[in-house]
């Protein structure tokens, strides 16, 4: 069954121009830190068992965390340097432990290359080999399936690869300006992964229309290799959208793009594969997008994995203002318990917005020429070329639903998001799953053009936690449906 993209064209939002949001600047090479702390569970991964003691000293890319047996991929050491101790720290509201290593000023050398790696004439079996040591495997919203246990997709099971180049989200990471001047590296990494999954033919790889790489990568010409543009929107940047923009197998509702037989990873991921096999470089670093109007000035920078995310916002804060920390973007990017988490493998963007708790009078009486706002009630709406400005404020008063449709209109699902949140509120969550509650991606876009100031989207959300303690949720994909899975009698694992 293919999902019609015609229909998903005409959803969305295009949030144009913000401040914060513009990275024209080059990728800079952040210093490294005096320390670093790596997290021994990062990405698609279950938590590694820790491979250093206290004391010990370790090399850059050196693998200090590494379970065969669990769905994992290895972690490694970014800088060189002495294991100084252990610390857990919460993400998620759950507890996580990393190895803190302090950087040793006098061992500057490079890192520890990957065993066997070198060139890209390799088999499939060493790619998958070289990717897992690598920490590779561990990328995209569901692992790269290899012969070890780092996906919930099995290598035979692959039918199709998906390139996602697109950025709709405000603040996320511009993945086409990670090609300049790349080319040449991108399409071996394309071609090793085609080799991997043994694929002739559905690859396929999404372009923003303003990207200028676009027309470059088209003229590589490699076999079965599809180059779609479409309009810069948000939530086509999101894995379900991508895949069923480029004319995929439609995902199952609650599901993810793994369970239609595709494999969906970003620009950097597939650069990323690039440098495992023809470098042999683990994976320590990260380019990451650093934005939003809390900083003093928008930045691509170049991150050792384990930074502290403090690390990379010194200098760069607004004097005086209370910032939020997002781990992603300004719609789906998590808040952070401190900013000294450290930066994991699978980080792209770092979004700052300024606290703003005051309330606002009469705000819609303004003329709003800033003013981020779906409705058609404000200057800016009307004028895009003005730089417009995302805070965390409201920007108005709660009130009851006035059936606008603004909610089912902006709905990339066609969805009715106001009905599932009165459903959830008066304890009945089981309804909504008649009117199609598992057909939510999760994109949000409902709370941000609601005029009435209702959190939709975090009533969707507390519905589905709901429905999956009564167990009425049907579907369970990703980590979760590998967690009651034994892998020695799932896959063959390569100890």
Request: glycine share 10%; charged share 25%; aromatic share 8%.
């Amino acid at each position: 069954m293919f999902f019609s993209s015609r229909r998903l064209l005409k959803s969305g939002y295009n949030f144009g121009k913000l401040q914060g949001g513009n990275y024209s600047g080059p990728v800079e090479k952040a210093e490294l830190p005096d320390k670093v702390i790596i997290p021994l569970k990062q990405g698609f991964s279950a938590e590694t068992q820790c491979l250093v003691k206290k004391g010990d000293h370790v090399r850059a890319g050196q693998i200090i965390g590494r379970d065969d047996h669990t769905w994992s991929s290895p972690v490694h050491s970014s800088i060189n340097g002495v294991v100084e101790y252990f610390e857990s720290f919460m993400e998620g509201h759950e507890p996580h432990y990393g190895v803190v290593i302090r950087r040793d000023h006098k061992d500057e050398r490079g890192y520890v290359p990957i065993p066997t790696a070198g060139s890209a004439d390799k088999s499939a079996e060493e790619i998958s080999e070289i990717l897992y040591l690598a920490g590779v495997t561990a990328l995209g919203s569901t692992g790269i399936p290899s012969l070890h246990h780092t996906s919930d997709l099995k290598l035979e099971e692959v039918k199709g690869l998906v390139i996602n180049g697109l950025s709709g989200e405000p603040f996320s990471l511009p993945q086409e300006r990670l090609v300049g001047g790349r080319v040449k590296d991108f399409i071996t990494g394309i071609k090793i992964l085609a080799k991997l999954f043994q694929l002739e033919s559905n690859i396929h790889l999404a372009f923003a229309k303003s990207a200028a790489i676009a027309g470059e990568v088209k003229a590589s010409a490699l076999k079965g290799l599809s180059v779609h543009t479409f309009e810069n929107k948000y939530p086509f940047d999101m894995d379900i959208m991508v895949s069923e923009l480029v004319r995929g197998p439609k995902v199952p509702d609650g599901g993810t793009p793994s369970e239609s037989g595709l494999v969906v990873l970003t620009i950097q991921d597939v650069l990323h594969v690039y440098e495992a096999v023809v470098i042999g470089k683990p994976l320590i670093e990260r380019t990451i997008a650093v934005g939003g109007p809390g900083t003093e000035q928008s930045r691509l920078v170049k991150v050792a994995v384990g930074s502290p995310v403090e690390w990379l916002l010194l200098g760069n804060l607004k004097k005086g203002a209370e910032e939020r920390i997002l781990v992603g973007g300004a719609m789906r990017g998590v808040p952070l318990e401190s900013a000294r988490h450290p930066v994991e493998r699978t980080f792209s963007a770092l979004t700052l917005l300024e606290e703003n708790r005051e309330r606002e009078f009469l705000y819609f009486l303004r003329p709003g020429f800033s003013v981020l706002s779906y409705s058609r009630e404000y200057i800016s709406s009307f004028l895009r070329s003005f730089t417009r400005r995302a805070e965390t404020n409201i920007q108005g008063e709660g009130r009851a639903c006035i059936y606008c449709s603004y909610c089912e209109d902006a709905c990339p699902r066609k969805l009715v998001p106001h009905l599932y949140s009165r459903y959830i509120r008066h304890d009945m969550a089981e309804e909504a799953i008649k009117y199609g509650l598992e057909s939510c991606i999760d994109c949000g876009l409902c709370t941000f053009v609601c005029p009435s100031k209702i959190p939709l989207f975090e009533d969707i959300l507390e519905g589905k936690k709901v429905l999956e303690e009564r167990g009425r949720w049907s579907h369970v994909s990703g980590f979760k449906k590998l967690e009651k899975v034994d892998p020695e009698a799932s896959t063959e694992a390569t100890p």
